[in-house]
C-alpha cells in the first residue's frame, strides 16, 4: 500500500510504502520504507522493531537501530495529526473497514 499519495503527486518526500502479514488474525511482521529518505522501519512479533537507514539506492545499509517499546517523551494529543480514511470505492469497503 502507498500512503501519501497527495504528497507524492506534489514531490512531497513524506510518503512510504507499507506491507504487513497478518497469521490468525494477528499482525506478526510489518515494514515501512519511506524511497526518499531512505528510512526503513520493520517489526517482528516478539523480536523488536529497527529504524534502518539506506544508501540512496536502497542497496546497502548504512545504520540500523533498535527502537525502544515505549515513546521517550510523552505523547501529546495536542500535538498529534490524526487522519482518517475509508477508502474511494465506497460502495465495496464501507462496511469491512468500520466493522468492529
Not at 506491507?19 to 515501512?32: C, E, K, Q, S, Y
Not at 517489526?43 to 534502518?52: D, H, L, R, V
Not at 540512496?56 to 490524526?82: H, N, T
Request: proline content about 5%.
Amino acid at each position: 500500500m502507498l500512503k501519501g499519495t497527495t504528497n507524492f503527486v506534489h514531490g512531497l518526500p513524506d510518503v512510504s510504502i507499507s506491507i504487513g502479514f497478518t497469521l490468525d488474525a494477528r499482525p506478526v511482521v510489518g515494514v515501512i520504507l519511506n524511497p526518499f529518505t531512505s528510512h526503513l522501519y520493520t517489526a517482528i512479533q516478539s523480536q523488536g522493531s529497527y529504524k534502518t537507514i539506506l544508501s540512496q539506492d536502497l542497496k546497502e545499509v548504512i545504520s540500523r537501530v533498535k527502537l525502544p517499546m515505549l515513546p521517550v517523551s510523552s505523547l501529546s494529543l495536542s500535538k498529534s495529526v490524526i487522519a482518517s480514511s475509508v477508502g474511494y470505492d465506497r460502495n465495496k469497503n464501507l462496511a469491512v473497514k468500520t466493522q468492529t
